[in-house]
């Protein structure tokens, strides 16, 4: 009669004790999406007790697709780099829990394929931070170092914009979208909270853009920059003039940055705008006061000047020179052009009073043949003009 007994005690005993029952906002996420309950069971009865905050937060905001295809031993692997960099670096203890569970745990920013990297980045730009003692300054040394430490430039003939980190390093090239995931996650890996922000399609122009926005403790506040920063730091760059014309509460024209918090907003992809699976944040109004003062003033027009060599089968190639902007002999401007790798929509942007004509020249040793030249006179309802210069 024991062997029976026994059977019915053990019937009763819980599958899990109660230290590893699943907390009830995990079941409910399991029985409301139909996640993998096996998968996330396996995740949170193996995450260290100090870890799950961070493993609760991350299973209850992931997108129904993680949910029920990611295996256990990719969130373990993830949550334990995640808190071994914050442990590390001398600013870990600095970032409140919860900007670094919604900006630095997370795997992924976008609806990128869920790559691996953790590992292979810490151990890259943990050496690039160096003896860094601050936010500020391993942000520094990596932004400046991660172009040529992954081999990854700008390239509109990359496959997608929104390839995965290991892809656009396979490539060597990425889109604008592509090269921030690549910046997010070199920057999460060191435990620098970091998310994308963008805008589907800007008021002054053609096209989108995405960049990189960072939270460092000595700010306490988010501040912009991009894969490739702009030499005045953060919260400076060729964006700000146009993103200071978003439109709040617009999906195409307002500025957004990423969040893994579920919020009641989306981030828009345009690649896919019909994906509302990334949550996001308005933060138009932000760009809107940062980019004020750069906004173009009545009677001014700005030149949007792209230079290209003509290459021998026809084809065009963007290029770096030097352009100065004449009025006859006198030369009121001068700049250069972004190159082949910059993002197509940033231009060397140059403001002139309307009504007054001007030359637009890429010089010479002789002032009077320029190697390539563009005689142009802004109206007075031009608040923009595309210049473009093509040199054989």
Known sequence: MRLPLLVVCLLHIPIFSAETTLPPTLAMRIEKEQASSKEFKTAWQQCPAEQRPGMEFLL??????????????????????????????????????????????????????????????????????????????ALERINAAIAKELGVEYNTKRRAPNQGPHESMKLKMASCTGLSILLADALR???????????????????????????????????????????????????????????PGSVAHGVY???????????????????????????????IDLGAKTMIQPGDC?????????????????????????????????????????????????????GVRYQVVIPTDNPNRPRAIEAIAPKNKDEFLRVKLEVK
């Open 60 to 137: 209850i905001h992931m997108s129904t697709r993680d949910a029920s295809s990611l295996p256990s031993e990719f969130l373990l692997e993830n949550i334990k780099l995640a808190y071994q960099a914050r442990q590390e670096m001398p600013w870990g203890k600095d970032i409140p829990d919860e900007i670094f569970f919604n900006d630095v745990l997370p795997y992924a920013v976008l609806d990128e394929k869920r790559d691996n990297w953790r590992a292979d980045f810490y151990q890259r730009f943990k050496k690039i931070a160096g003896d860094a003692t601050t936010s500020s300054q």
């Open 302 to 354: 700005e030149l949007r000047i792209d230079a290209f060599l003509l290459q021998a089968d026809g084809s065009k190639k963007r290029e770096a020179l030097d352009v100065e902007v004449r009025q006859f002999d006198v030369v009121v401007a001068k700049g250069k052009t972004p190159s082949t790798t910059a993002d197509m929509n940033d231009f060397l942007s140059i403001r002139v009073p309307q």
């Open 257 to 287: 940055a990423t969040s893994w918090k579920k919020t009641n907003a989306h981030f828009p992809m345009i690649w896919n705008m019909r994906d509302t699976s990334v949550a996001g944040v308005d933060v138009t109004q932000r760009y």
């Open 189 to 247: 890996s060191v435990c620098i909270p970091c998310r994308i922000a963008g805008t589907a399609m800007w008021t002054t122009k053609e096209g989108n853009h995405n960049w990189n926005e960072v939270w460092l403790p000595e700010h306490k506040r988010w501040l912009f920059t991009e894969y490739h920063p702009d030499k005045n730091g953060l919260d400076h760059g060729w964006l700000m003039a146009d993103a200071a014309r978003g439109v």
